[in-house]
């Protein structure tokens, strides 16, 4: 099984503030920094770091070809990876200094560009056997599900930034649906898991179903299993780019051939690392770090 990541990649412009900022309110941060990111960036790197093979297509700005740079020194395969002449894709994060959590504003610039002629040269390129992986931050999402349809491709899909118009795509290709508790919600109309793989079943007999619940760790539906995955305590510094670490590690164990629960527990340990660190692509661990944690032998 092949992967691939279709998805975006963002300049993120992080600021670390006191608390997050409320509606007429204006801080002064203590610090600053420009770091790569974007789900589909971050996502494909996570993958490569748990030892997967991955292209990743996408598009870069006038100002992104560093992003293409760094997703190929880790190992991905970026000759899909098209420049365009728009501004890049970027991203305004406040990080709570206290807690960890994080605020976003998504500007789409190049991420915005994926044409539907493109989609069509990226998934001629698939093989019968690949997985498309997909977020909501790009361009061209209904033609990416509808040529994944048409050509038998199964599709992970983290819907996240979440939009109404999802619900109006052609999902019959899903063969995961990968959500947080307020995406969950969103999609299927509940918080809760159990009922939520109700309403999936019920929408998409084919798909599985992983619902991530933050410190409360995660939960797995598929066909008859359902399993559940603790979170491992830490203390957070920066929670940009759990998600997407938990969702790369997942899809890599998947790869890999694993049994659920072990793609569940290394998904798990490797997102409780990345929050420990600041940033959103720099906080993404190695396999071989991950793999010595001995929070995973128990």
């Known amino acids: 099984m092949g992967v691939l990541s279709i998805g975006s990649m963002n300049l993120d412009y992080v600021y670390r503030v006191p608390h997050l900022v409320k509606p007429g309110e204006t801080l002064t941060a203590s610090a600053m920094e420009t770091n790569p990111g974007g789900k589909g960036l971050n996502q494909a790197l996570a993958l490569a770091k748990a030892g997967a093979s991955v292209r990743h297509a996408g598009c870069v700005g006038r100002t992104g070809e560093p992003l293409r740079d760094l997703l190929a020194e880790h190992g991905v395969d970026v000759s899909l990876v098209q420049t365009v002449d728009v501004p890049q894709g970027s991203a305004v994060i406040q990080v709570?200094?206290?807690?960890?959590?994080?605020?976003?504003?998504?500007?789409?610039?190049?991420?915005?560009?994926?044409?539907?002629?493109?989609?069509?040269?990226?998934?001629?390129?698939?093989?019968?056997?690949?997985?498309?992986?997909?977020?909501?931050?790009?361009?061209?999402?209904?033609?990416?599900?509808?040529?994944?349809?048409?050509?038998?491709?199964?599709?992970?899909?983290?819907?996240?930034?979440?939009?109404?118009?999802?619900?109006t795509m052609d999902l019959s290709s899903l063969a995961w649906l990968i959500v947080n508790e307020v995406e969950v919600a969103q999609l299927t109309g509940t918080e809760n898991p159990d009922m939520a793989w109700t309403v999936v079943r019920n929408r998409w007999p084919q798909a599985s179903l992983v619902v991530t619940l933050g410190e409360r760790g995660s939960v797995c539906f598929s066909g008859d299993e359902r399993i559940v995955q603790p979170a491992f305590a830490v203390d957070a510094v920066d929670t940009t780019a759990a998600g997407d670490t938990f969702i790369g590690y997942f899809v890599a164990g998947l790869q890999e051939g694993l049994p659920l629960p072990r793609c569940l527990a290394r998904a798990s340990l490797a997102s409780a690392i990345a929050v420990t660190r600041p940033g959103a692509a720099p906080s993404i661990p190695t396999r071989d770090e991950v793999d010595a944690d001995e929070r995973l032998r128990h």
């Open 96 to 167: 709570d200094e206290a807690t960890g959590q994080n605020s976003i504003v998504i500007f789409g610039g190049s991420n915005r560009a994926l044409s539907e002629s493109r989609v069509t040269e990226l998934l001629d390129t698939a093989k019968d056997d690949d997985v498309v992986l997909l977020q909501n931050e790009i361009s061209a999402m209904g033609s990416i599900l509808t040529g994944c349809a048409k050509r038998g491709l199964a599709v992970i899909l983290n819907p996240a930034p979440y939009s109404d118009d999802l619900a």
